[in-house]
């Protein structure tokens, strides 16, 4: 099973997955896909090796958690690949990654964006620097800086040909 990470959903004792089953074991990988579910946030976690939150608690002992936690930050779920990044979800909704988007920041058509559902429409973006930009039209949150983001010049550079 893909991991992001030790500090991911899937190892967090908010997780009603890890409360029920600790960890997936190969002949259960889709059952504990299916009921991630983060009781403190109460979101489900459709990819919870690859979701993030700083309010992650090692879930060898799911009982011993904080119910009353206070949430902290935003959920954060890797971006397109450019090393490795986690860009953050859109409250409750999680961004789609890898899919084919239009680009509302500039127009440009790619098969691999990031979409997010927005007040009943997706929203493309070709780049996590362009949804981040976005994102923090919707969101106060100084942790996320889409200038530290991959550019749409550098992710769509056209190699050099022969000269």
Not at 45 to 63: A, I, Q, R
């Amino acid at each position: 099973m893909p991991n992001g990470g030790p500090d991911c959903c899937g190892n967090c004792s908010h997780n009603r997955a890890v409360q029920e089953m600790a960890h997936p074991h190969p002949s259960d990988r889709e059952k504990f896909r299916l009921i991630s579910f983060c009781t403190l946030r109460q979101v489900a976690l459709s990819h919870p090796f690859w979701t993030y939150c700083e309010n992650f608690s090692y879930g060898k002992k799911p009982e011993t958690r904080n119910v009353d936690e206070a949430v902290v930050g935003s959920i954060t779920s890797s971006g397109l690949y450019e090393g490795y990044v986690r860009i953050p979800w859109h409250d409750a909704v999680e961004p789609r990654v890898s899919v084919p988007a239009g680009c509302m920041i500039c127009q440009r058509q790619t098969d691999v964006g990031i979409t997010i559902l927005h007040d009943g429409h997706d929203l493309g973006f070709c780049t996590n620097q362009h949804y981040v930009r976005w994102w923090l039209t919707q969101h106060v949150d100084d942790s996320f800086k889409a200038e530290n983001y991959e550019s749409p010049e550098e992710r769509f550079k056209e190699p050099e040909g022969p000269r």
